[in-house]
């Protein structure tokens, strides 16, 4: 199995604390991607990485930011959580876009109550 | 803009029957498309895939071909099994490269 781990794996949290979501790979892939996963909406993206320090915006970034200072660790911060973002949040990894194949993370549930 | 659309669920079959999930994208150029399984507890992991048109995934059974007359991916198989059963999701990867996008998913409930 590609080297891609996730954590924590559960979280239950309150309303307006912080959280962060960690994804840790051992493949050197320098493209990493974070996902939320609801019913009805399927993988959603949230931010991805194409390399050290650069990120960009997926299609629902919005209350979500993410830091990527060394290759093999992309982070997910929720500034002020809300109960709309309880989901379960899947980091994904690629060698490079033509390789074409995501690899995904076992995944993240959060809570927020 | 890009997205995929794949047919409802939940389906139900009994084992041995023939599958077919339907799947159809939107997309500027010349996307890839990818059939992704989903089992309980796990993340997504590639099923299948299809590079250009008129190529056909195959794998564990499983086949699609990518229609670009159609923006269409439909995935089947002629016999399932009960550890077919899982969620099923189709997706395209952007011309650009760097972005993929994933269907609403599908799952599949295959009984004895």
């Known amino acids: 199995d590609a080297g891609i781990t996730q954590s924590p794996r559960h979280k239950v949290t309150e309303t307006g604390t912080p959280v962060t979501l960690r994804c840790h790979q051992t493949?050197?892939?320098?493209?990493m991607y974070w996902y939320r996963q609801d019913p009805g909406h399927g993988l959603r993206l949230i931010h991805y990485?194409?390399?050290?320090?650069?990120?960009d915006k997926g299609e629902v970034s919005d209350g979500y930011s993410v830091s990527r200072s060394k290759t093999e660790d992309f982070l997910l911060t929720l500034e002020s959580a809300t109960s709309s973002q309880t989901s379960v949040y899947f980091c994904?990894?690629?060698?490079?876009?033509?390789?074409?194949?995501?690899?995904f993370g076992a995944g993240s549930r959060l809570t927020v109550l | 803009g890009n997205s995929v659309t794949q047919m409802e669920g939940p389906v139900t079959l009994s084992e041995e029957a023939f599958l077919t999930i339907n799947c159809t994208y939107t997309?500027?150029?010349?996307?890839?498309l990818f059939w992704y399984v989903q089992y309980p507890g796990e993340g997504l992991q590639l099923l299948l895939k299809a590079t250009k048109a008129d190529d056909k995934g195959s794998n564990k059974g499983f086949e699609a071909t990518y229609r670009k007359e159609t923006t269409s991916f439909h995935l089947e198989k002629g016999s399932v099994q009960v550890s077919d059963s899982a969620v099923y999701f189709c997706?395209?990867?952007?011309?650009?490269?760097?972005?993929?996008?994933f269907g609403t998913g599908t799952s599949l409930t295959v009984i004895p």
């Open positions: 994904a990894i690629t060698e490079n876009v033509g390789a074409n194949v995501l690899t």
């Open positions: 990485s194409y390399g050290v320090k650069d990120t």
């Open positions: 997706a395209l990867q952007s011309d650009t490269g760097n972005q993929f996008y």
């Open positions: 997309a500027t150029g010349y996307p890839s």
């Open positions: 493949e050197n892939h320098r493209y």
